[in-house]
């Protein structure tokens, strides 16, 4: 019989520093999304303020802190990252188990919004996008969740299916600011 074993979706190719960036993985954790249902907005953050401590997040915002993030993803969607969200939020809210779909990395040094500049349309100026701002848009031709956890760096949710790919993009943006610094 074959056994099959659980891999990272970044196995072999993570995690990669060139001058002086780092682009990790970030360990799987559960992955929640939460879609309250029509009239159910304030009642279902209520409910996932007592349960996890952290409520419905604003557009291009997160709450909580690590181990217990919810992320905002689009109108009327968040995902809850690092917890277990209990059944009985389902009452207001649509609940789907993403824990398998998602890839997240971590970005992080000095010049990282010059790397994400070649691939995001957002505007990832610090004076702008600032700590805990989240915000979904592409990277490269991939749907990406992009979220600030620190003045240096990044955490980006790319579906996993698009891991290699993903990584691949990382380090051909990664080489080009090092060798425009270079020239400097």
Request: glycine share 8%.
């Amino acid at each position: 019989m074959v056994k099959l074993v659980a891999k990272s979706p970044c196995d072999g190719v993570l995690p990669m520093e060139i001058n002086g960036l780092s682009l990790t993985e970030v360990a799987p954790v559960m992955i929640t999304s939460v879609a309250p249902y029509a009239g159910q907005e304030a009642a279902a953050s209520a409910a996932m303020k007592a349960l996890i401590g952290a409520e419905m997040p604003a557009p291009n915002r997160s709450t909580g802190r690590d181990g217990a993030r919810v992320i905002w993803t689009g109108a009327g969607q968040a995902m809850v990252i690092g917890v277990a969200v209990d059944a009985s939020l389902a009452q207001h809210a649509a609940l789907t188990d993403q824990s398998d779909a998602w890839v997240t990395f971590r970005l992080q040094g000095q010049g990282v919004e010059d790397v994400l500049a070649r691939l995001t349309p957002l505007d990832l100026n610090p004076g702008v996008f600032k700590k805990g701002h989240a915000a979904r848009s592409q990277l490269g031709h991939m749907n990406a969740v992009f979220l600030k956890v620190a003045a240096d760096a990044f955490q980006i949710m790319v579906f996993r299916s698009m891991a290699r790919t993903a990584v691949h993009e990382f380090e051909v943006a990664i080489k080009a600011v090092a060798a425009r610094a270079a020239l400097a």
